[in-house]
């Protein structure tokens, strides 16, 4: 079979005999499903719908810290003077900046490179 690496997909045409480009060896081209889907659709005309499943982790995430919120303001129901705190506030607004800084420049990181 001429091969070099395993897995690999192969295709059988309907008519002639397999060429090489009819081998599809996954260690060299990638494990991406596009480019599966791509290499399937160029051989038998079939279109392969990718759908990627929903991540959950930022909804989860976010639920956990607001239960936690709430779970410390019911816990010091009686002394919420540190809701009236700047130095809470200013904390606070430095977190919160600092997660969106780093988001954004992580993001045009993953975009330009």
Known sequence: LSMNSAPTFLHFPSKGKPRRS???ELQVKGFSAEQLARWVADRTDVQIRIIRPPNYA???LLGFLLAVI???A????NNLEFLFNKNVWAFS?????????MSVTALFIYIVF
């Open 22 to 24: 009819d081998t599809y």
């Open 58 to 60: 930022g909804p989860l």
């Open 70 to 72: 709430g779970g410390l």
């Open 74 to 77: 019911y816990l010091r129901r």
């Open 93 to 101: 607004a430095l977190v919160i900046c600092t997660h969106v800084y």
